[in-house]
């Protein structure tokens, strides 16, 4: 069974940093295009990023570009989310979600409605 749990959300100052896990298990994450999505109170859901089954593909929202970046660690079966000069527009619950390919393994889409099995979220707070 396909399970994703993420991790390492918490809250910080505008500028600062955290860097967020996503842990499969059930299932090896190479073999799937992983995304990122983020939910800020009353409004919906959006897509942050994502990440080919190759590794070497990844596309950003304009709102997060040069500040987020995703990465996989296979051996540790664990897509991370590196946020740095975070926003207080950035406040939101982050999920992480799961597709198999369609497209080759050098393509993703942020947002993409084809991102299923999420997982239970963690908190980002970005607040002076």
């Known amino acids: 069974q396909l399970r994703l749990a993420e991790s390492g959300g918490g809250s910080v100052q505008p500028g600062g940093s955290l860097r967020l896990s996503c842990a499969g298990s059930g299932f090896s994450l190479d073999y799937y295009v992983i995304g990122w999505f983020r939910q800020a109170p009353g409004k919906e859901r959006e897509g942050v990023s994502c990440?080919?089954?190759?590794?070497?593909?990844?596309n950003y929202a304009d709102s997060v570009k040069g500040r987020f970046t995703i990465s996989r660690d296979s051996a540790k079966n664990t897509v991370y989310l590196e946020m740095n000069s975070l926003k207080p527009e950035d406040t939101a619950v982050y999920y992480c979600a799961a597709h198999r390919p369609e497209v080759g393994p050098h393509f993703c889409e942020v947002g993409s409605g084809l991102f299923g099995a999420y997982g239970q979220g963690t908190q980002v707070t970005i607040s002076s």
């Open positions: 990440l080919s089954t190759s590794g070497a593909y990844t």
